[in-house]
Structure formats: C-alpha cells, structure tokens
C-alpha cells in the first residue's frame, strides 16, 4: 500500500506557525486574568465571611459591659465558658443582629421541662402523671419563669431596641411582683420576655455544660426557686385508698407472706388523731418494708404504707 505525503511549502509554514503562537500566548493570558480574578473573588468572600464570623463570635461577647456578664453570672451562680452564649441569651429579636435568645429558649424550655418532670418524678413517687403534669405547670410555667426573672431582677439585662411599650409593662409587672411578691395575687400580666429570657439562661448553660441536664438541674433548682413549691403533708390520691387491697393481691398471685402492718405512732394533734403505720412482707429477695405517711385514720395510714411499699417494689 503506498502512501502519498503532502509537504507544505516553507512559506506556508513561517507564515502559520507565528499566527498560531500569537493566539497561544493571548489565550493564556485571558486564562491567567480570568484565573486571578476568580482567586480575588474568593478570597474576598473567605475573608469577608470569617470578619463576619469573628465579629459574631468574639466581639459579640467583647461589646458586652462585663459587669453585664459577671452580675448575671452571680445570679446563675455559674461562670460562662463561652460568654457568646451569654449574650445571645439576653438579646431581643429588636436589636436586629444575626442571634437573638430565640434558638436558646426553644432548647432551654425542653430542657427544664425535662429537668423538672425527672426531678418530682424520683423525689414524690405518691404523684400520678396528671399530678407531676401539675407541679411541672407550677415549676416551669411562663408567669412562673416571669416571677422568677422578675425576683432576679433580670429585666435590668435584656438588651434590647424601640421596644418602648414592652419596657414598660416589664417594669409594671416587676414592680407589681416587688409590692406582691406572689404571681397568683398580681393584677398586671405577666410579660413574655421575662419568661423567654429564664429560658434562653438556661439553654445558654446547657450548651455551655455540653448538653450535661444533671449539672443544668443542679445550677438552675436554686435559680427557680424550687423549694417553694412542695407536696403537702396531708397530699392524698384515690391510688392510695385500695392500696392494702392492691398490695395483698400481689402478695397472693406472688405467692409472698401477707402484708403485715405495725402501728408506729399514735398522737393527739390539737383536736385530732394521727397515726403512721408501716407494714412489711416477705418476698422471694427478702423482706421488705416501708413506713406511711402521717395520716388521720388508722385505714388511711395503712394504705398510705401500702401504697408507698407498692411504688418501692414497682
């Protein structure tokens, strides 16, 4: 097979090779342009988003008085890690900035729902759901959160803009709680910013401990002021009344001794009796027994024993 070349005349090939080297050259410095400029816009949006990242995080906290920052730390009795967390909990959506306490109360009304059902559930076993429902209500409830903030006096620490009508029923109602010091005798309703502000604190300290609820729970019981509310001596439910029958049937289909009863204390309260009992039963582990509350009848103290065995072995 023969194969035929054509060979192009050097007058060609001067003419083609200069052409052909000129747009080379100006298609790599149009590369080379339009390389740099890209480059420029980058960097100029890295450097614009990490001036605008440093100022939400590190100036955020610098541009808070930090007699701000250590009086509410005082109040929380808790010293902030990230003092960013701080400042977001007490700005209002008003100053128009990228944080308000928004995000941190969602988390934080989660979190002290759920530090206070865990904390009466464990210490009151006597209470049924609806019961601990209530004494949560009592705990965490918005004019609850407000007398708490009210009493703080954590009004003082809200940052917030044009916000004139809500400054001023925020002073109304603290200086109606200062008079009356009891939400259920206050005229003046209660704001939702001081309730909003309770809670985004305590989002703020449950990030700040790595989401630790314990260590929340421990920090924010005082702040809430728990010890105010309290199960009554005389609580009673409708449980407890069958609770001796309750407990000799489970003591029969477990084939455990009958429930014994012991009369511990009989005493002449003013004008009436009261009695505790206690009572005991033998089961496959051992013997176990528990002591009743202080009741006015000799049956209710015997089914307040009952009942409160009845919770122990559940």
Same mark, same amino acid.
């Given at each position: 097979m023969?194969?035929?070349?054509?060979?192009?005349d050097?007058?060609?090939?001067?003419?083609?090779?200069?052409?052909?080297?000129?747009?080379?050259?100006?298609?790599t410095?149009?590369?080379? #342009?339009l390389? +740099?400029?890209?480059?420029?816009?980058?960097?100029?949006?890295?450097?614009?988003? &990490?001036k605008?990242?440093?100022?939400?995080? @590190?100036?955020?906290?610098a541009?808070?008085d930090? @007699?701000?920052?250590?009086?509410?730390?005082?109040?929380?009795?808790?010293?902030?890690?990230?003092?960013?967390?701080?400042?977001?909990?007490?700005?209002?959506?008003s100053?128009?900035?990228d944080?308000?306490?928004?995000?941190?109360?969602?988390?934080?009304?989660?979190?002290?729902?759920?530090?206070?059902?865990?904390?009466?559930?464990?210490?009151?076993?006597?209470?049924?759901?609806?019961?601990?429902? #209530?004494?949560?209500?009592?705990?965490?409830?918005?004019?609850?959160?407000?007398?708490?903030?009210?009493?703080?006096?954590?009004?003082?620490?809200?940052?917030s803009?044009?916000?004139?009508? #809500?400054?001023?029923?925020?002073?109304?109602?603290?200086?109606?709680?200062? +008079?009356?010091?009891?939400?259920?005798?206050?005229?003046?309703?209660?704001?939702?910013?001081?309730?909003?502000?309770?809670e985004?604190? %305590?989002?703020?300290v449950?990030?700040?401990l =790595?989401?630790?609820?314990?260590?929340?729970?421990?920090?924010?019981?005082? &702040?809430?002021?728990?010890?105010?509310?309290?199960?009554?001596?005389?609580f009673e439910?409708?449980?407890?009344?069958?609770? +001796?029958?309750? #407990?000799?049937?489970?003591?029969?289909?477990?084939?455990?001794?009958?429930? &014994?009863?012991?009369?511990?204390?009989?005493?002449?309260?003013?004008?009436?009796?009261?009695y505790?009992? $206690?009572?005991? &039963?033998?089961?496959d582990?051992?013997?176990?027994?528990?002591?009743?509350?202080?009741?006015?009848?000799?049956?209710? %103290?015997? =089914? $307040?024993?009952?009942?409160?065995?009845?919770?122990?072995?559940?």
């Amino acid at each position: 097979m023969e194969h035929h070349f054509t060979q192009l005349d050097d007058g060609a090939s001067a003419d083609v090779k200069p052409a052909s080297n000129f747009g080379a050259a100006v298609a790599t410095v149009l590369l080379a #342009l339009l390389l +740099q400029i890209f480059w420029r816009c980058c960097r100029s949006i890295c450097h614009n988003h &990490v001036k605008k990242y440093k100022f939400s995080s @590190s100036s955020a906290a610098a541009n808070m008085d930090p @007699s701000i920052i250590a009086a509410v730390e005082k109040i929380l009795k808790y010293t902030f890690k990230d003092k960013r967390l701080l400042k977001e909990a007490l700005t209002h959506s008003s100053c128009r900035e990228d944080m308000s306490y928004e995000r941190l109360e969602f988390i934080g009304d989660a979190a002290l729902g759920l530090a206070v059902a865990t904390y009466f559930f464990c210490w009151e076993p006597r209470l049924n759901p609806d019961q601990l429902t #209530l004494f949560r209500i009592k705990s965490v409830s918005n004019e609850r959160l407000a007398l708490v903030a009210a009493r703080h006096e954590l009004d003082r620490f809200v940052r917030s803009k044009d916000t004139a009508p #809500l400054n001023r029923n925020v002073r109304e109602y603290v200086k109606a709680v200062k +008079q009356g010091d009891d939400h259920k005798n206050l005229t003046v309703r209660s704001p939702d910013i001081l309730a909003a502000i309770v809670e985004a604190l %305590a989002g703020a300290v449950y990030l700040d401990l =790595n989401f630790d609820l314990t260590k929340l729970w421990t920090i924010f019981k005082d &702040v809430l002021m728990i010890d105010e509310i309290t199960v009554p001596n005389d609580f009673e439910s409708s449980e407890i009344n069958g609770a +001796q029958t309750e #407990l000799y049937g489970l003591c029969g289909k477990r084939n455990w001794g009958k429930p &014994v009863y012991s009369l511990v204390k009989a005493d002449r309260c003013q004008y009436e009796m009261k009695y505790v009992y $206690s009572v005991e &039963v033998e089961t496959d582990a051992g013997v176990c027994r528990h002591k009743g509350d202080e009741k006015s009848t000799p049956k209710d %103290a015997r =089914n $307040s024993a009952a009942y409160l065995l009845l919770r122990s072995l559940q």
